[in-house]
């Protein structure tokens, strides 16, 4: 799945969050026992100098855009 097809609940919900300036390494869409939930891989090595360790995870959106898990950004 591509960024321009996420619904745009899911893209405002990663536009308004700490992950915005992030690079976006993959989208996927999730089919749950609870319903579609969308997967964003993000990775902040182009907002840091070069000094500084990047950093990547996992974030899980619900269909309205709200963050319901994070991995490995903490």
Do not use: C, H, Q
């Not at 700490?18 to 690079?23: C, E, I, T």
């Not at 964003?40 to 995870?57: K, P, Q, W």
């Amino acid at each position: 799945m591509k960024w321009k097809s996420l619904p745009a609940d899911v893209k405002a919900g990663i536009v308004k969050s700490p992950y915005s300036k992030w690079l976006i390494e993959d989208v996927r869409d999730i089919e749950t026992p609870g319903g579609t939930m969308y997967f964003v891989e993000v990775d902040n090595e182009y907002t840091l100098s070069e000094f500084i360790d990047s950093r990547d995870g996992y974030v899980y959106l619900t269909p309205s855009g709200d963050i319901v898990e994070e991995k490995g950004l903490k």
